[in-house]
């Protein structure tokens, strides 16, 4: 079963941890300096937060968490389809985990991940140019896929 995945960038994590365990009825299952995930059941949903210097404020990007490589490749494949410049990621550490990913921008700039974790890891870790895909002019029939190059944006999860 896939997951919602919903990363919002805070300017107060201990507030906004406060806040979203109110709305959620439920604590984060992981807090870090600054970092924090509800992995919840009800609503079916990867919700994170994170207060990190430079970094947007607000939604970060939307994501669909899958439970296995099946799953993960059937969710690649309408990537692909959708005719928009693909950032494959593959294996990497973010958000305090191991994970395989795939990122993409909607028509109007809106990033999402596609990922499966793997484990956890006990640093953030590191995060792609996701500027590229976000500012990526609609590309019918583009030929090539963006490179994932390291940036100093902490956009991840």
Aim: charged content about 20%; proline content about 4%; aromatic content about 8%.
């Amino acid at each position: 079963m896939k997951r919602l995945h919903l990363h919002v960038g805070v300017t107060d994590l201990d507030a906004s941890i406060a806040f979203y365990t109110h709305l959620f009825g439920a604590g984060p299952s992981i807090v870090k300096a600054d970092y924090a995930k509800w992995m919840l059941d009800d609503p079916h949903i990867n919700f994170a937060i994170s207060m990190r210097e430079g970094a947007v404020k607000g939604i970060e990007h939307v994501g669909l968490q899958v439970e296995d490589a099946d799953e993960l490749a059937e969710v690649y494949t309408r990537l692909k389809a959708a005719d928009r410049p693909v950032l494959e990621e593959g294996v990497t550490t973010c958000c305090y985990a191991r994970s395989e990913k795939s990122w993409i921008a909607d028509p109007d700039g809106v990033v999402w991940e596609a990922f499966l974790t793997t484990g956890g890891s006990t640093t953030y870790g590191g995060s792609p140019d996701l500027d590229q895909l976000a500012h990526a002019e609609a590309a019918t029939g583009a030929c090539c896929v963006p490179e994932a190059a390291a940036s100093s944006k902490t956009t991840c999860c």
